[in-house]
Every structure is written in structure tokens, then in C-alpha cells.
């Protein structure tokens, strides 16, 4: 049972343009919702998270929306460049162990 | 800093071998991570170790898998004997202290052939 669904499964975005990856759960108890961008080769990089007291916030050019009463998430990202094609995870979180991982957004940013 | 340390990149054996994959966590981080990643199921958690002890061991899929950290600064993650099924690439992480900022290695990609 995947806990977090993701989609799309991957984007092709041009460069300057708007990225936009979404995520929704099920379980209500989750309290941290955290994104990690993965590069071919390397392990995931935590690149922003949020808690649901808040239904945004932004770090640079990314942005994450928070809609509790739907229970989605999403990542923006805002004038996509080409350094930003990887592989996308939204994961979610209940108490202190473990992270659930969506299936990942493989971003191609077009220059 | 020189970041979470998996040996090796890269596995090849054939099925029935046992395999040891290597973590050395990030200095000063209590909380070490051992997940799984392929095409079907993404990104999943077979272990995770607090101050050297597994709180949670419910996605190691079989007895197959064992996991061990003898100290804070090594860990390993054994698969014996191994299947064609474990093929995968195996992530370590460690934080500072539970779900916090993972901090993930390269990995080790493994084919069992």
C-alpha cells in the first residue's frame, strides 16, 4: 500500500517555465512533509519540507503548497532551469522513525 | 565533511552468494537509515538504528536480511543467501536524530544474477 501517491510520474518542462510535482496521503496523523531531489548517481538531497500548521513556504525558487483538508502537497518550481532536471520524492512522516517516499517526478528541464 | 560512505558502488554475484553492503554515517549523526530503491517500489525502509540499536526493522523483507551496527560509526546490511528479487540499488542515511534532514550515500547498486 503506497502511503504517498505522486504524480506525474515525469514532466518535461522549458526552461524559464513552471515545474510542478503533486502529492496526496491518506493518513491524517502525518506531520512533516518533506521533498528530496535526486541526481543520476547520487543519493537523494533533502531540498525543502513543511509542516501542516502552515499551507506554504518558500525557499528560493521552490515552493511548497500545503492543502491539509485535501490532504495534498505539492513542489513548485518557480523559472526552472536545466541544473534542475533529477528525480523528485515527496515523502510524509508520522512521529520520529520513518519517512514514506512517493514513487518520485523524473523533471527534464528543456533549455 | 566527507558525507555518509557506502561500499561498494557497485555488487555483482550470483544468486545464492551472500552479499555484505558497507555504511559509515555522517560523524555525530545517532540515527542511520538503510533503504531500498527500484523501479517498482521506489524508496523503502528496511531498517532504521538509534544510537546503534534498530528501532525498526519492519520492511526487511525476509530473514534473508540482516542488519547490523556494531558502533556509531559502521554499519553493514547482509543478504544471504541473495536472489535474483534483491536487485536494487540499497541507500544508507543517517541525521541527526530521527526524520530530520537524511542525509543519504551513493549507494550500491546490486545485481544478482
Known amino acids: 500500500q503506497q502511503q504517498v501517491k505522486q504524480s506525474p510520474q515525469s514532466l518535461i518542462v522549458q526552461k524559464g517555465g513552471i515545474s510542478i510535482i503533486n502529492c496526496a496521503y491518506e493518513n491524517t496523523a502525518f506531520d512533516y512533509f518533506p521533498w528530496y531531489q535526486q541526481f543520476p548517481g547520487k543519493g537523494p538531497a533533502l531540498l525543502i519540507a513543511i509542516r501542516p500548521d502552515v499551507s506554504e513556504k518558500k525557499e528560493g525558487r521552490f515552493t511548497i503548497s500545503f492543502n491539509k483538508s485535501a490532504k495534498q502537497f505539492s513542489l513548485h518550481i518557480m523559472d526552472s532551469q536545466p541544473g534542475d532536471s533529477a528525480t523528485y520524492f515527496c515523502a510524509a512522516s508520522l512521529g520520529a522513525n520513518n519517512l514514506f517516499f512517493g514513487t518520485g517526478t523524473r523533471l527534464t528541464v528543456i533549455p | 565533511d566527507a558525507g555518509v560512505i557506502q561500499s561498494p558502488r557497485h555488487e555483482v554475484t550470483e544468486m545464492g552468494q551472500e552479499v555484505t553492503l558497507r555504511c559509515k554515517p555522517i560523524?555525530?549523526?545517532?540515527?542511520l537509515f538503510w533503504y531500498r530503491q527500484t523501479m517498482m517500489r521506489g524508496l523503502e525502509l528496511l531498517i532504521y538504528f538509534n544510537n546503534n540499536v534498530p528501532i525498526d526493522d519492519s520492511g526487511m523483507p525476509e530473514d534473508r536480511f540482516s542488519a547490523k551496527m556494531p558502533n556509531a560509526s559502521f554499519s553493514t546490511l547482509k543478504i544471504q543467501p541473495s536472489e535474483p528479487r534483491d536487485s536494487a540499488v540499497y541507500f544508507c542515511?543517517?541525521?541527526?536524530?530521527?526524520?530530520?534532514?537524511?542525509?543519504f550515500g551513493s549507494g550500491t547498486q546490486l545485481s544478482v544474477l
Open positions: 542515511a543517517s541525521s541527526r536524530g530521527g526524520r530530520e534532514k537524511l542525509f
Open positions: 560523524s555525530g549523526h545517532n540515527s
